[in-house]
């Protein structure tokens, strides 16, 4: 679109906002993200995020949103559990009634149980796979023809290492982000016909509450979530004719088989 008259190029894309939605933005990697995403405001030119901070504890998405607002971004509280596709409507829909667009979907929200294969229940079954596959795979099939029609756009799969490399005590995690690797192969043949960017996200062993208390010699060799939301947030600030396809973080020490 042409600037009007008398309007200087500049402040349009002052004014412009980038709508990204953040799944499981309240702790671990989700709120690194969300915080490096606010902190690009301060340090890029023409760089103005709205972020839908999304997870099913509202006062973790409050203190994020707060964080994030220290920066001069804007941010959204949606307390949502993706796991329910009645929520992933709503909160797609109210985030373009609200927005009109949506640029960004980070696919962070994941879940998981980790025992031996005996001791793994039905319920921890169906626990994992909501999160992982089954809300991760609506949510992505609601907002992906919002960028299809714009012809831009970006989606990140937080998926694992342990989505090409099993370990024992991670049967159905691992199953569950092989899955979402599917998924992620599946989209890029859609994606490549209409200028969306595909980047799949695989970590290993970063310290988050997911691991629960971890001795500290441990927590020494791992991973901090600040370590992955960086590159996220600059392979989204590349120019949109770039895609990164991959990102693999491993910890110095190598994977860690817990």
């Not at 609601?142 to 998926?159: A, D, L, Q, R, Y």
Request: include cysteine; glycine fraction near 6%.
């Amino acid at each position: 679109m042409l600037p009007q008259a008398g309007v200087e190029l500049s402040t349009i894309l002052k004014n412009m906002k980038h709508i990204i939605i953040i799944t499981g933005a309240g702790k671990g990697i989700g709120k690194a993200i969300a915080i490096d995403f606010a902190r690009a405001a301060e340090t890029q030119n023409n760089f103005n995020p709205v972020l839908i901070l999304v997870s099913r504890t509202l006062s973790d998405l409050e203190a994020v949103a707060t964080k994030c607002r220290s920066y001069g971004a804007d941010a959204d509280i949606v307390q949502a559990d993706i796991a329910d596709t009645a929520q992933i409507d709503k909160l797609v829909s109210s985030t373009l009634e609200r927005h009109g667009t949506i640029d960004c979907l980070v696919n962070n929200a994941g879940v998981g149980r980790f025992k031996p294969l005996t001791e793994l229940t039905e319920e921890d079954f169906d626990y994992t796979i909501s999160t992982n596959l089954k809300g991760t795979f609506f949510l992505t099939q609601k907002v992906f023809p919002v960028m299809e029609k714009n012809k831009s756009g970006h989606i990140f799969f937080i998926t694992s290492v342990a989505a090409e490399i099993a370990f024992k005590s991670s049967s159905i995690y691992s199953m569950s982000k092989f899955g979402q690797k599917g998924l992620v192969e599946a989209m890029r043949l859609y994606a490549k016909t209409c200028n969306v960017r595909i980047t799949n996200v695989m970590p290993g062993a970063v310290y988050t509450p997911m691991w629960g208390d971890v001795p500290k010699e441990m927590k020494a060799t791992m991973m901090m979530p600040e370590d992955i939301s960086g590159p996220l947030v600059n392979a989204y600030l590349l120019p949109q004719r770039t895609s990164v396809e991959e990102l693999v973080f491993r910890p110095v020490c190598g994977d860690i088989n817990e």
